[in-house]
């Protein structure tokens, strides 16, 4: 072997594909590597071959079809003139097709959701509530949520903290579209109808400061106004004030296998992640790597996972398939769990 080749790490790094995408191209006969250890399997290329990886890598952002990467890719390393620039040209009037029918179905989307908003009556809501929680639950529940909280400017409605109060209960949801996380908390004093405000994150993160000693609060909702007092300090502010997602709605899955997770040996895996996608392998547990046992295999962005193992020790994973959501439970917390929406593996 040429002292010169880079192992399959280096060249994730310095391609940009990262390892999970090598090993699917390797298998696709598309990026085969140069040589293969036949004693541990491990993959090595050449240098020449971190050209075309770039290449790949490019094709693959721009969402092109396996079939034409592998045409552009043979035509590229062939010299080919004639082949390559029609492909590409074929690509991007797909891509063209596409939008313009997104926009015509997207536009049709917004005339139902007018329609919808105009012939629909309800009854008023109710808006105001004063609750009193146990300072420790509520506690653990905020740090069970505040890693899905959603930083997207073009998606405020995502940029706090949800409470849901009804009844006696205190559901706090959080989501940036990729992930969502939900904990309850038991409460006394609100015996009205079901109240919902979104709360900023840096007005959630000053009452989660305001926790420290485990003694009740009380927590007021008033409109778009929310407010938290505990041992004779509070803090308030003012709610979203827009609609957040039917997290109902959005966590109704079919049951799966659950799995119980060793947290702390996932977590040293995922640190030495360097991509932005790695593959968890299922068997009668969860390991971190594309293997050759006969488990299912499932894409996810290591960080995210990360995110969600630091919110407890004792955690559950709930596989309902390929494609759906990752469900991680906790054991600590009632009610709480996160879901974790998968990637592809696929290009």
Not at 27 to 47: E, H, I, K, N
Not at 244 to 264: C, H, I, M, Q
Not at 307 to 331: F, I, N, S, T
Request: charged share 25%.
């Amino acid at each position: 072997m040429e002292s010169d080749m880079r192992s399959i790490g280096e060249m994730g790094r310095d391609s940009g594909l990262g390892v999970s995408a090598l090993r699917f191209y390797d298998r696709a006969g598309v990026l085969v590597p140069a040589w293969v250890d036949p004693v541990t399997g491990y993959r090595w290329y050449a240098p020449e071959q971190l050209g075309e990886a770039r290449l790949l890598a490019r094709l693959r952002r721009s969402g092109m079809p396996l079939a034409d990467i592998r045409l552009v890719l043979a035509g590229w390393a062939g010299g080919e003139t004639g082949l390559v620039p029609r492909l590409l040209d074929g690509h991007l009037r797909r891509l063209e097709r596409g939008l313009a029918e997104a926009r015509e179905e997207l536009s049709t989307v917004r005339a139902l959701l007018g329609h919808q908003e105009t012939s629909m009556t309800t009854a008023p809501a109710t808006t105001t509530a004063r609750l009193t929680v146990a300072g420790g639950e509520l506690a653990a529940a905020l740090d069970a949520v505040r890693f899905a909280a959603g930083t997207d400017p073009e998606l405020s409605m995502l940029g706090g903290i949800h409470f849901d109060i009804e009844g006696g209960a205190l559901h706090l949801v959080a989501t940036d579209r990729y992930r969502m996380a939900v904990a309850r908390t038991s409460a006394t004093g609100h015996d009205g109808g079901r109240v919902q405000a979104t709360v900023p994150t840096p007005l959630a993160d000053a009452m989660r400061a305001l926790l420290t000693d485990g003694a009740p609060a009380r927590l007021t909702v008033d409109g778009d106004k929310v407010e938290l007092e505990t041992q004779g300090r509070q803090v308030a502010g003012q709610g979203l004030g827009e609609e957040f997602p039917d997290y109902r709605r959005l966590s109704r899955l079919p049951e799966g296998r659950r799995l119980t997770l060793d947290v702390p040996a996932l977590r040293r895996a995922l640190a030495a992640q360097d991509g932005e996608v790695c593959v968890l392998t299922l068997t009668d547990t969860v390991t971190v790597g594309d293997d050759d046992s006969t488990g299912d295999r499932v894409g996810v962005n290591p960080a995210f996972l990360l995110d969600a193992l630091a919110a407890g020790e004792e955690m559950l994973l709930e596989y309902v398939g390929p494609k759906a959501p990752l469900v991680l439970l906790r054991r600590d917390v009632e009610d709480a769990f996160s879901l974790l929406m998968p990637v592809s593996l696929e290009a």
